[in-house]
Nanobody, 123 residues
Framework: DVQLVESGGALVQPGGSLRLSCEVSGYADCMGWFRQAPGKEREGVASFCRGDNMEYANSVVGRFTISRDNAKNTLYLQMNRLNPQDTAMYYC????????????????????WGQGTQVTVSS
């Protein structure tokens, strides 16, 4: 099994930055960040699989960066130039085994999920 614990969510002003963390226990070839706003479907934000390129949703390209510190077993999501449309609960997801590139931002490609951390962008 893989256990995931997110942290770092907060209230931030438009234009601000935030870094989310996800502590990972267990092995996962692919990991991703998803978000879900009230009344909306959970959507993929960023992902990567070992030894492969990162994938980003069009809405966050150039603003968000996914990374992993293997020594700390932690996944990060650096979010810059935040806007109110980024307000959502953010979830970390993991999958043991590779995911085809065009499926990496689909929620049904992942087996393990964290509990989420709330990001609110508001003045």
């Amino acid at each position: 099994d893989v256990q995931l614990v997110e942290s770092g969510g907060a209230l931030v002003q438009p234009g601000g930055s935030l870094r989310l963390s996800c502590e990972v226990s267990g092995y996962a070839d692919c990991m991703g960040w998803f978000r879900q706003a009230p009344g909306k479907e959970r959507e993929g934000v960023a992902s990567f699989c070992r030894g492969d390129n990162m994938e980003y949703a069009n809405s966050v390209v150039g603003r968000f960066t996914i990374s992993r510190d293997n020594a700390k077993n932690t996944l990060y999501l650096q979010m810059n130039r935040l806007n109110p449309q980024d307000t959502a609960m953010y979830y970390c997801a993991a999958q043991p085994g590779l995911i085809l590139q065009w499926l990496r931002l689909r929620r049904d490609a992942y087996t393990y999920w964290g509990q989420g951390t709330q990001v609110t962008v508001s003045s």
